[in-house]
């Protein structure tokens, strides 16, 4: 029987005063009995309007109704079959502006709480069955993947499973690019992360750490070794500043950096080898996930004040709405409306102050948002230890410079041709960050999953 409840089951999740003290996981997840009556809130639609706004194209409905039903083995291989992450993508990605927002249930009420089950139903499967993925009869032909984050991960799953020998090359010690380095471990536990990469390994892809490609090989070299065809996938890491006065001050930190010595470097450990500066007070520069986890982490790390800073208000945040909530109950403090004009530093070159700007919206810019425009004369100082740059980043220009013929755009992303992935290099394909910029998790999945099968669709007609 449907569950007409017009509101979506909460998701249970600890005490701020807790889990503010330290990193484990904040979201607890649904119980089985919650998971079952969620389900059975999905009217089953005829044209499954979510299904086509999920990226990797996860029959939703389908694994609802397993849900609902209680077959939640079915369910999991349901979802398995479009997604190589369930786990992952039920943790981080923003169902809100994909699937759910296409859920009828949220006409006239709150919509399925798709992201929380499919977590629950990868949670579910790990706990009670986990059994190792099959490992396909290799094809003969190498695939070479250049990064090992969500976009490289998929793309190379999905390559496995049509027998292709896949080898991932990754820059960092650790396998899992973003997920491992950009998102705390309150949001996405590494024990996870480790899990799904785990599966890959089984059905018989290689990962190989510490290897610079650009660097340590070129991708010309990774052809001369035999590779049939490469996907770059390497994201999008390099961090982006404001280029105000004060910003080479000690204790101003790119986002991407803070966050990867906590999150990789594990800086929050007392015995930890990597240090990072116990700051006082602290400004996140930035409005979007990745300011929050910074601002997040920082509370975590023992700062008295945290601000986020945001030229615009909050009703134009682009965080998530469960993350900005969450970053308001721990202590987070919101200055929106507001600009950095200059960082200010003491007499040994430490970070004292951060000077900003009032501001207010004007006419719509090119995106289409209202534009923020200066309040002239309310300029002020708030005193501050450490500010960390949350504004975006952009693609690594190694590989785009030790490619010949490899396309990029004015911000440094790689050209492709259409959503199969194709470059102006042949047998050459990208996707992920690498091309868009830094986008979400389940956006980089579907153009790994689009890659692999216009890489398939290559290496069939060579």
């Given at each position: 029987?449907?569950?007409?409840?017009?509101?979506?089951?909460?998701?249970?999740?600890?005490?701020?005063?807790?889990?503010?003290?330290?990193?484990?996981?904040?979201?607890?997840?649904?119980?089985?009995?919650?998971?079952?009556?969620?389900?059975?809130?999905?009217?089953?639609?005829?044209?499954?309007?979510?299904?086509?706004?999920?990226?990797?194209?996860?029959?939703?409905?389908?694994?609802?109704?397993?849900?609902?039903?209680?077959?939640?083995?079915?369910?999991?291989?349901?979802?398995?079959?479009?997604?190589?992450?369930?786990?992952?993508?039920?943790?981080?990605?923003?169902?809100?502006?994909?699937?759910?927002?296409?859920?009828?249930?949220?006409?006239?009420?709150?919509?399925?709480?798709?992201?929380?089950?499919?977590?629950?139903?990868?949670?579910?499967?790990?706990?009670?069955?986990?059994?190792?993925?099959?490992?396909?009869?290799?094809?003969?032909?190498?695939?070479?993947?250049?990064?090992?984050?969500?976009?490289?991960?998929?793309?190379?799953?999905?390559?496995?499973?049509?027998?292709?020998?896949?080898?991932?090359?990754?820059?960092?010690?650790?396998?899992?690019?973003?997920?491992?380095?950009?998102?705390?471990?309150?949001?996405?536990?590494?024990?996870?992360?480790?899990?799904?990469?785990?599966?890959?390994?089984?059905?018989?892809?290689?990962?190989?750490?510490?290897?610079?490609?650009?660097?340590?090989?070129?991708?010309?070299?990774?052809?001369?070794?035999?590779?049939?065809?490469?996907?770059?996938?390497?994201?999008?890491?390099?961090?982006?500043?404001?280029?105000?006065?004060?910003?080479?001050?000690?204790?101003?930190?790119?986002?991407?950096?803070?966050?990867?010595?906590?999150?990789?470097?594990?800086?929050?450990?007392?015995?930890?080898?990597?240090?990072?500066?116990?700051?006082?007070?602290?400004?996140?520069?930035?409005?979007?996930?990745?300011?929050?986890?910074?601002?997040?982490?920082?509370?975590r790390l023992g700062a008295e004040?945290?601000?986020?800073?945001?030229?615009?208000?909050?009703?134009?945040?682009?965080?998530?709405?469960?993350?900005?909530?969450?970053?308001?109950?721990?202590?987070?403090?919101?200055?929106?409306?507001?600009?950095?004009?200059?960082?200010?530093?003491?007499?040994?070159?430490?970070?004292?102050?951060?000077?900003?700007?009032?501001?207010?919206?004007?006419?719509?810019?090119?995106?289409?948002?209202?534009?923020?425009?200066?309040?002239?004369?309310?300029?002020?100082?708030?005193?501050?230890?450490?500010?960390?740059?949350?504004?975006?980043t952009s693609p690594n220009p190694?590989?785009?410079?030790?490619?010949?013929?490899?396309?990029?755009?004015?911000?440094?992303?790689?050209?492709?041709?259409?959503?199969?992935?194709?470059?102006?290099?042949?047998?050459?394909?990208?996707?992920?960050?690498?091309?868009?910029?830094?986008?979400?998790?389940?956006?980089?999945?579907?153009?790994?999953?689009?890659?692999?099968?216009?890489?398939?669709?290559?290496?069939?007609?060579?």
């Amino acid at each position: 029987m449907t569950n007409m409840n017009p509101k979506k089951c909460p998701m249970p999740s600890r005490d701020p005063k807790e889990r503010r003290m330290d990193f484990e996981e904040v979201a607890l997840g649904y119980t089985y009995e919650m998971a079952i009556e969620e389900a059975k809130r999905c009217f089953a639609c005829k044209h499954k309007p979510c299904r086509s706004k999920c990226p990797v194209g996860i029959d939703i409905p389908a694994f609802l109704e397993r849900l609902a039903s209680e077959d939640i083995k079915g369910a999991y291989e349901i979802i398995s079959q479009s997604s190589t992450l369930p786990a992952i993508c039920g943790r981080v990605c923003p169902q809100e502006s994909q699937c759910e927002s296409a859920c009828i249930r949220g006409i006239k009420g709150e919509s399925v709480a798709i992201g929380r089950l499919e977590r629950f139903v990868a949670d579910y499967y790990r706990e009670h069955y986990n059994e190792t993925p099959e490992k396909a009869e290799s094809n003969g032909k190498k695939v070479a993947v250049i990064g090992s984050g969500p976009s490289g991960l998929t793309a190379a799953g999905d390559l496995a499973k049509l027998g292709y020998e896949v080898t991932v090359f990754e820059a960092l010690h650790t396998p899992g690019g973003v997920l491992v380095y950009g998102i705390p471990e309150f949001r996405l536990p590494k024990a996870i992360v480790k899990e799904e990469i785990d599966k890959l390994y089984a059905m018989g892809v290689k990962i190989e750490t510490n290897v610079i490609v650009g660097k340590t090989i070129t991708v010309d070299e990774l052809f001369e070794e035999g590779y049939s065809a490469v996907y770059i996938a390497g994201g999008a890491g390099l961090p982006s500043f404001m280029n105000i006065k004060g910003e080479s001050l000690n204790g101003v930190y790119s986002a991407n950096e803070y966050l990867t010595r906590i999150n990789l470097m594990k800086a929050y450990l007392p015995d930890s080898k990597t240090p990072i500066k116990k700051s006082k007070r602290v400004a996140v520069v930035g409005g979007g996930n990745v300011a929050m986890d910074a601002a997040r982490s920082a509370i975590r790390l023992g700062a008295e004040a945290v601000y986020i800073i945001y030229r615009r208000g909050m009703e134009e945040l682009p965080a998530r709405n469960e993350e900005i909530e969450h970053a308001h109950e721990e202590g987070v403090i919101f200055r929106t409306l507001t600009a950095p004009v200059e960082i200010l530093g003491d007499e040994n070159g430490n970070v004292c102050g951060i000077k900003c700007i009032h501001m207010e919206l004007g006419e719509p810019d090119e995106s289409g948002r209202r534009r923020p425009v200066p309040v002239e004369g309310s300029e002020y100082v708030r005193e501050v230890d450490t500010v960390i740059m949350a504004i975006g980043t952009s693609p690594n220009p190694l590989i785009k410079s030790t490619t010949p013929g490899l396309e990029v755009n004015r911000r440094g992303c790689i050209v492709t041709d259409g959503e199969d992935g194709k470059t102006s290099r042949e047998g050459v394909y990208a996707g992920g960050d690498a091309v868009t910029g830094a986008a979400t998790v389940i956006l980089a999945m579907g153009a790994g999953k689009s890659a692999a099968k216009a890489i398939d669709n290559y290496l069939k007609n060579l």
